[in-house]
């Protein structure tokens, strides 16, 4: 019976595990075919990079699936049981780190080789968007198509987001973002400065 509730559980986490992940791969895919190589800025270059921006926030979001993580610990309190989740949960956060800053990464120097702007400017408005996202997503479950398809509960969300926790949550997860995004940089330049 439990073994049957185990198995049950992996496979559910591995479906909504794998779907957020097509979510996050997404803005990535986009990344590739919009800030690679000298494109030009036309109107069709700016419809996908309004589509990048939207869907942006679902690699971020993956980030904050790990709060999943301890009902599974709860629910199994095995230590075999316990390392499969965590390990499941492990891989689901280092793919949507990757995800992340990979698609933010192309976006950042192609932005900055075309209107020459602060890497701090652009990161506090896109971290601070991308976290607004994530809110939207986390506590109203919207999705990304939800701006076409409701956007009405959309604006509605918006407007309320500056209340309570989801504000302060919004203002963490950017603050968090930046921590992130400086800590890759650190490691990219000390891989780089490593004489093998």
């Given at each position: 019976m ?5 198995l049950?559980?992996?496979?559910g986490?591995?479906?909504?595990m ?5 979510l996050?791969a997404?803005p ?5 075919r919009?800030f ?5 800025i036309t109107p069709?270059w ?7 921006i939207v ?8 980030l904050?699936?790990?709060?999943h993580?301890n009902?599974f ?6 230590m075999?049981?316990q390392?499969?989740f ?6 689901l956060e280092v793919?949507?780190?990757?995800l992340f ?6 976006f950042?120097?192609f932005?900055i080789?075309?209107i020459?702007t602060s890497?701090?400017v652009?990161r506090c408005?896109?971290?601070f968007?991308i ?7 986390r ?8 701006i076409?398809?409701v956007p009405n509960?959309?604006l ?6 500056v209340y309570?926790?989801?504000i ?5 997860f950017?603050g968090?973002?930046?921590i992130?995004y400086a800590?890759h940089e650190?490691v990219?330049?000390?891989l780089?400065?490593r004489?093998?």
């Amino acid at each position: 019976m439990i073994l049957n509730k185990f198995l049950l559980d992996i496979e559910g986490n591995t479906f909504w595990m794998g779907w957020n992940i097509i979510l996050g791969a997404i803005p990535l895919w986009l990344s590739v075919r919009l800030f690679e190589g000298k494109q030009k800025i036309t109107p069709v270059w700016m419809a996908g990079c309004v589509l990048f921006i939207v869907f942006l926030p679902n690699a971020a979001y993956i980030l904050t699936d790990i709060i999943h993580l301890n009902k599974f610990l709860e629910r199994f309190p095995f230590m075999t049981a316990q390392t499969i989740f965590a390990v499941q949960f492990i891989l689901l956060e280092v793919v949507g780190y990757w995800l992340f800053v990979e698609s933010y990464r192309r976006f950042e120097k192609f932005i900055i080789q075309k209107i020459h702007t602060s890497h701090i400017v652009l990161r506090c408005v896109t971290f601070f968007v991308i976290s607004v996202g994530v809110s939207v997503g986390r506590f109203s479950r919207l999705n990304s198509w939800d701006i076409i398809l409701v956007p009405n509960a959309v604006l509605h969300t918006l407007a309320t987001i500056v209340y309570g926790p989801i504000i302060l949550f919004t203002i963490f997860f950017t603050g968090f973002l930046f921590i992130l995004y400086a800590l890759h940089e650190c490691v990219i330049v000390a891989l780089k400065s490593r004489t093998f």
